[in-house]
Nanobody, 118 residues
Framework: QVQLVESGGGLVQAGDSLRLSCTAS????????MGWFRQPPGKEREFLAQ????????YYRDHVKDRFLISGDSAKNTVFLFMNSLKPEDTAIYYC???????????WGQGTQVTVAS
């Protein structure tokens, strides 16, 4: 059984920075993609960023690419999301996801709450 374990969420002030971490634990797997999504209160889940290990390429949602940075270590199946200049509208549950059997996300973390106070 493989699980994604996220950490790093919390309550911060507007303008602060935060780093989220996610690691795939359990049996040994090879992840094709790892990414971050979020679900603001009362809204649908949205894509934020992903990293494709084989291509060593990153992709971002347009409205966060100037403030968020995704990085990681494929050998450790670990991905980070560095978030800068946080705004109250960044308040959401942040989810880590991994694509293992194909290039579609098929494994999700439990989510970590990020709250940005104004």
């Amino acid at each position: 059984q493989v699980q994604l374990v996220e950490s790093g969420g919390g309550l911060v002030q507007a303008g602060d920075s935060l780093r989220l971490s996610c690691t795939a634990s359990g049996r040994t797997v090879t992840t094709r993609l790892m990414g971050w999504f979020r679900q603001p209160p009362g809204k649908e889940r949205e894509f934020l960023a992903q990293i494709a290990w084989r291509e060593n390429a990153t992709y971002y949602r347009d409205h966060v690419k100037d403030r968020f940075l995704i990085s990681g270590d494929s050998a450790k199946n670990t991905v980070f999301l560095f978030m800068n200049s946080l705004k109250p509208e960044d308040t959401a549950i942040y989810y880590c996801a991994a694509a293992i059997t194909s290039r579609a996300y098929d494994l999700w973390g439990q989510g970590t709450q990020v709250t940005v106070a104004s």
